[in-house]
């Protein structure tokens, strides 16, 4: 079995990034800039922004976080982003999920300028991701990709089993892998809450990749023997015994899962870190692009 170590390979893509950003400077050139809106007070979001922007220091990346109430309406959100859009300094921009729910989330991404939008999720990118055209892959899929990659993990005629079709992760990890290439041209199935008889389907699986937010969910009797398992669930779980009072928990069963997969990522130190290393990827993207029309 081989941990797919998502803390050490985000390490070595910081590392690649920040020798491009360093010749960047030497070439007197202007610096990746993400600009990132959080909304509200979530413990979660707001250590996850928190995370992204100390990324982008410790890259060279400049960043702007920009922090508003949790009784903020959506016009004074798309007033933000439009703000975002017109500034010629930031080269992309997130907005941070969930909103509350006075805010239309679709209405909200479809208003990032897609040259800007390092999440991928406005339907224009959404769209080229599923046609095989360049744009920003959203950030978890596309370093569940890496990953598979910098491993060499065979995805070619293997079934992948995808768990969970949320916007960010399930539906867009679904179109990937059975996209054409490597890694791609898996066959795929897309499960969620109204499939029938699901360990059924997972004992099926070449690779079964969960995003469910369930800890422990996925159990050993539902993997095969040999399966790669990746793990995209972090919730906190209580635990007085830890110094923050809670833990971060996948929704694999690691222990008894462990014993069965030939690759297999930890949460933490998994699929987590490969986010914010991705993101810093689209970035540098993003700047490159804005470069090049420039
Ligand atoms: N909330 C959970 N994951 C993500 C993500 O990848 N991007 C944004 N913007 N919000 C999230």
Redesign the pocket.
């Not at 997130?94 to 969930?98: C, D, E, R, T």
């Given at each position: 079995m081989t941990i797919l170590d998502g803390k050490k390979t985000a390490d070595d893509i910081k590392n690649e990034i920040t020798a491009q950003v360093t010749i960047m400077k030497s070439n007197g050139e202007k610096v990746p800039h993400l600009a990132?809106i959080i909304v509200g007070n979530d413990g979660a979001?707001l250590t996850?922004v928190g995370s992204k922007v100390k990324a982008c220091e410790r890259v060279g990346f400049e960043s702007t976080m920009v922090k508003l109430p949790s009784t903020t309406s959506e016009t004074e959100l798309l007033n933000k982003i439009k703000e975002l859009n017109q500034n010629d300094d930031i080269d992309g921009f997130?907005?941070?999920?969930?909103l509350p729910i006075q805010i239309d989330t679709q209405k909200v991404l479809m208003a990032v300028d897609p040259t800007k939008d390092v999440?991928g999720?406005h339907p224009e990118n959404f769209g080229k991701m599923a046609l095989d055209m360049t744009t920003f892959i959203?950030?978890?899929p596309f370093g569940i990709l890496e990953l598979l990659e910098r491993y060499n993990v065979e995805t070619q005629g293997k079934h992948t089993v995808v768990i969970g079709r949320s916007h960010?992760?399930g539906r867009p990890m679904s179109i990937l892998m059975g996209r054409k290439g490597f890694p791609g041209n898996s066959t795929v199935t897309l499960t969620h809450s109204y499939t029938k008889n699901i360990a059924q389907i997972t004992t099926q699986a070449d690779i079964i990749i969960t995003a469910l937010g369930v800890p422990n969910y996925l159990k050993a009797e539902m993997v095969k023997d040999g399966a790669v398992v990746i793990d995209v669930g972090i919730t906190r779980v209580a635990d007085d015994s830890t110094e923050k009072g809670y833990r971060i928990t996948g929704d694999v069963d690691f222990e008894f899962v462990s014993k069965k997969a030939s690759f297999i990522t930890p949460v933490p130190g998994g699929v987590g870190p490969m986010?914010i290393a991705m993101?810093l990827k689209n970035t540098l993207l993003a700047r490159e692009q804005r470069k090049a029309r420039n």
């Open positions: 990132a979001s996850y997130i907005i941070q999920l969930p999440d999720f959203p950030a978890t960010i992760v986010t993101l």
